[in-house]
């Protein structure tokens, strides 16, 4: 998944991607993925 983005993804691109893929893993902060942090 990783080796579809850039070599160098763009820091703050970066922690979004983190934060939702740790979002998703919380089924209680399921809307938070849907909502914009």
Do not use: W
């Amino acid at each position: 998944m990783l080796k579809m983005l850039p070599d160098k993804p763009e820091p703050i691109l970066l922690a979004q991607i983190f934060a939702k893929l740790t979002s998703l893993g919380r089924i209680h902060n399921v809307s938070t993925v849907v909502e914009p942090s």
